[in-house]
């Protein structure tokens, strides 16, 4: 499964639903190099969202290259107008599922 995506350069979301009980889904599958996708996930997650606590987002990942956070906290500061963002490493145990180049935006709904 992994080669396969690899080969056709997917990126797949996972999400967390809170209001299910913390139950995870795939959600939207992207396809392309990280400059592309990392842009349209953060943007996928936050546009049109009357629902957003605006106190603080976080960048979590599992190690990843500077470039995508800065990209991505870019993307953030267009978006939606937080008061705060935060960069923050993933547990290990993320990152030992997910593996290097895992980025995810946490935010609170209201």
Known sequence: ?????????????I???????????VGKKYRG???KVLPQYTR???????DLV???VFITHSGISEKYID????????VADF???????ASCTISCHCGPNTLGV???TK
């Open 83 to 89: 008061r705060e963002i935060c960069v923050t490493r």
């Open 44 to 50: 996928d997650k936050l546009a049109d969202r009357a």
């Open 71 to 78: 990209l991505v906290r870019n993307t953030i500061q267009e």
């Open 15 to 25: 999400e967390v639903n809170n209001l299910r009980g913390g139950a995870m889904n």
């Open 1 to 13: 499964t992994a080669l396969g995506a690899n080969l056709l350069r997917l990126k797949p979301c």
């Open 33 to 35: 190099n990280l400059e």
């Open 106 to 108: 946490l935010f609170l």
């Open 54 to 56: 605006l106190d603080r």
